[in-house]
């Protein structure tokens, strides 16, 4: 297990040292979150990267990584327990054919911790680890607001309440990472009990050392190009804009073709690796990816 960073210039080199190019801002709130211990959440388009911190911090920090993964109609059996069902009717058969168990006795037995099936915010609260594990709550917006509330308890006082037990609260705090691609609003109870960061689409710069990083294997012509090439598509009016990770399978795709540079066949025949809806790839494919990628040509070549 890895010390928790000190400074905010410990914290970049340690998501540097695992290949995440962050920015300072981020960094600092980064920082904060885990001196304060306080969940932090992430908001931005897709593919920007915000999922990937989670991660690194986990494999930076040596912790253990507990996701949960939102959903429209996600409820509490799949986001903190569940009985286990088949577990108890079995206890109960037993205790039948014995008749050793009183009603009130098998009650208190059958509802007890050994039934209990932990899902990952349970898990995280309760997870028995040296150090608390870092839990990742992934794309919340994707959810109903029912289960924002139910929230509300877990990043507050970390802990949540069982009505057969009673309350569960963590001995220490799992480092919390919440995630939104904003399609639609995160009740602001859930956000004032975070650090919030706005995670935007990187400039030139440091998205190529990010493809560097992710995509060492392409030569250093065509992730210039590559870079060039979606942060102009960054500039037109796209139904959805490429991420990060975009950019990314784009450069590794290329790289695989054995591209040293873009042309225009390459560009038109890889499309749907950089571009996921087929209006964006009809406007960009063609006259326009050619008008483009001559741009980028003399871009990368003052």
Request: glycine share 4%; with cysteine; aromatic share 6%.
């Amino acid at each position: 297990m890895s010390a928790l960073p000190t400074s905010i210039d410990e914290t970049l080199a340690l998501l540097r040292a695992h290949d995440y190019i962050a920015e300072r801002s981020l960094a600092v709130a980064l920082f904060l979150a885990l001196k304060m211990e306080r969940p932090l959440f992430l908001e931005g388009e897709a593919g920007v990267g915000k999922t990937e911190i989670a991660k690194v911090v986990a494999g930076a920090l040596g912790r253990r990584l507990v996701r949960l993964q939102c959903y429209e109609g996600l409820d509490i059996a799949s986001a903190v327990y569940e009985w286990n069902y088949q577990r108890q009717m079995i206890e109960i058969r037993l205790a039948e054919a014995t008749g050793k168990a009183a009603r009130d006795d098998l009650e208190r037995g059958i509802f007890s911790p050994k039934f209990l099936v932990k899902r990952p915010l349970l898990e995280a609260l309760d997870s028995g680890d040296a150090e608390p594990p870092v839990l990742l709550i992934d794309e919340l917006d994707r959810t109903d607001e029912p289960f924002e509330a139910y929230l509300l308890e877990v990043l507050s006082d970390w802990q949540v309440s069982i009505p057969e037990i009673g309350t569960i609260r963590a001995q220490r705090p799992p480092i919390v990472v919440i995630t939104s691609n904003r399609t639609r609003e995160i009740h602001d109870a859930v956000k004032r009990r975070c650090l919030y960061h706005w995670v935007n689409y990187p400039d030139a710069g440091r998205e190529l050392e990010i493809v560097r990083c992710r995509a060492p294997e392409a030569p250093p012509r065509l992730s210039r190009e590559v870079v060039a090439f979606v942060q102009q598509l960054r500039g037109m009016d796209l139904f959805k804009l490429p991420g990060v990770a975009e950019t990314i399978d784009w450069c590794k795709a290329l790289a695989a073709l054995d591209a040293v540079a873009l042309d225009p066949e390459a560009v038109d025949s890889t499309l749907g690796v950089l571009l996921k809806y087929q209006d964006d790839i009809s406007r960009v494919h063609g006259a326009e990816a050619a008008a483009i990628l001559k741009d980028v040509k003399a871009a990368v070549a003052a």
